[in-house]
Structures are given as structure tokens and as C-alpha cells.
């Protein structure tokens, strides 16, 4: 078993024994924990950051390699499925369809499976999760949607000191990641990824600790957690 796949299965086995408690104690079913999507340039420290919370909120992270390893398995996806509401279940293809339709892409399939794994994570909960437009699938009343950024000199110097990088590597992994992510979702979600409008909270590194940035963070979520409970209880 790869570390991926360790990684997966352990998710999956959190939400299957949570949903299996649930139903013991149907009288009073607990609400799951919200989702937090990160979307970082490359040598922010936003990876750095997405692990830190996740530890402070006790979350899985989950990044892009892990995403897209649960969209090409089809007994992933059914896992995952099978430990929803079956409310929610029902109403999952409906939510994914209206959500793209109209995109002139040629992922199709794949935005389809990304669409179902996605808003079936922020439906279970409990994790951090790295990328891959979860911010753009969930839109602004589901999870709390963070971007950080830091000036491209910072970025090239802490992939330097963080990652043994020349100054050569850190310059092209930067600019290789930057039209990477942006066309990444440009072509998917038709946005743009700098976009502040896009996010709930844009934390910039450059003077910021990341435990300050965790602690930022938690407060945000506690507060846009709190304001979502008191508006439509039955959307998805």
C-alpha cells in the first residue's frame, strides 16, 4: 500500500466509523465537522500552513495527489458515497450536474468525479483540503476558502531554505506552478485564481508566522461556522 493510499483509506475508515455512530445515536446526529479548502502559490509556505491547521483541528489534509488518486478509483468514490446522508446522496448528481454545466472543457469525466469527491468531503468533513479548485466546487456557503500568497522573492527565498532549491529551480518551479494553477482553473472554473473574491481569508507569509496564520485561520472558521448556522440549514 502506497502512502497515498495510507492516507485514503485512513480518511475513509474516520468518516465510515463516524457515519456507523451516527446511526447508532440517531436521536441526536452530531454536524460534521466544516471543510477548509487552501489554495497557495508555490514557496508561500501554504503547504506548510495546510498541515499545521489540519493538526490544530485535529483534519486530515489532503493534497492534489491524493484528490486525484480518489478520482480514478471508482471504489474510492463509492466509499465515499456510501458514508453520506442518504438525503444527500440522492441529490449528489443533481448538485454536480447544475454545477457544470455549460463548461466548453474536455474534462468532463474528470470534473464530474472531482465535483462528487469534493462536495462529498465537505458533506463528511474534518479535513484540509490542498487545491484543486475546492474553493470554486463549493462556492462561498460551504467550508471556509483560504488563499496565501507572498512576493515572488520571498516565495524563490524560502524554497531556497525550505527545499535545498538553487535559485535557478526555485525561480522556474515558481513560474512552471504559477501558469500551471492558473490554467488549471481558468479552464475548469472559467476564474481566476488570484481573484480575492474568490476566498474568505487571503493570508500573506511574508511577515506573517504560520502559527499565527493557524490561529488567524481557526478564528475565521469558528466565525463564518457560527454565521453560516443561522442561514439556510437545508442547502446543500
Same mark, same amino acid.
Not at 156 to 161: F, P, S, T
Not at 192 to 213: K, Q, T
Given at each position: 500500500m502506497t502512502s497515498i493510499d495510507a492516507i485514503i483509506?485512513?480518511?475513509?475508515?474516520?468518516?465510515?466509523l463516524e457515519r456507523k455512530q451516527a446511526g447508532e445515536n440517531s436521536k441526536?446526529? !452530531?454536524? !460534521?465537522?466544516p471543510i477548509v479548502t487552501i489554495s497557495r502559490e508555490t514557496g508561500s509556505r501554504g503547504s506548510y500552513f495546510g498541515s499545521r491547521l489540519a493538526q490544530k483541528l485535529n483534519y486530515q489534509r489532503l493534497h492534489r495527489e491524493v484528490i486525484d488518486a480518489i478520482c480514478r478509483s471508482s471504489g474510492y468514490r463509492k466509499r465515499?458515497?456510501?458514508?453520506?446522508?442518504?438525503?444527500?446522496?440522492?441529490?449528489l448528481e443533481i448538485v454536480v450536474e447544475s454545477l457544470f454545466t455549460g463548461q466548453s472543457v474536455n474534462h468532463t469525466d474528470y470534473l464530474r468525479h472531482l465535483g462528487n469527491v469534493v462536495l462529498s468531503m465537505s458533506r463528511l468533513g474534518g479535513v484540509v483540503l490542498m487545491g484543486r479548485g475546492g474553493n470554486f466546487i463549493l462556492g462561498p456557503k460551504r467550508g471556509l476558502h483560504i488563499r496565501v500568497v507572498c512576493p515572488r522573492e520571498k516565495r524563490?527565498?524560502?524554497?531556497?531554505?525550505y527545499k535545498d532549491y538553487t535559485d535557478k529551480e526555485a525561480i522556474k518551479a515558481i513560474d512552471t506552478s504559477d501558469v500551471q494553477r492558473r490554467d488549471f482553473v481558468r479552464k475548469l472554473f472559467s476564474a481566476?485564481?488570484?481573484? !480575492?473574491?474568490?476566498?474568505?481569508?487571503?493570508?500573506?507569509?511574508?511577515?506573517?508566522?504560520?502559527?499565527?496564520?493557524v490561529d488567524t485561520a481557526v478564528t475565521a472558521l469558528n466565525a463564518?461556522?457560527?454565521?453560516?448556522?443561522?442561514?439556510?440549514h437545508d442547502e446543500l
Open positions: 483509506n485512513r480518511q475513509l475508515l474516520r468518516w465510515e441526536e446526529v !452530531p454536524r !460534521p465537522e465515499i458515497v456510501e458514508s453520506l446522508d442518504r438525503r444527500f446522496r440522492g441529490e524563490i527565498e524560502n524554497l531556497i531554505k481566476d485564481v488570484d481573484s !480575492p473574491l474568490h476566498y474568505d481569508l487571503v493570508l500573506n507569509s511574508a511577515l506573517i508566522d504560520v502559527e499565527e496564520m463564518k461556522m457560527d454565521k453560516l448556522s443561522h442561514l439556510h
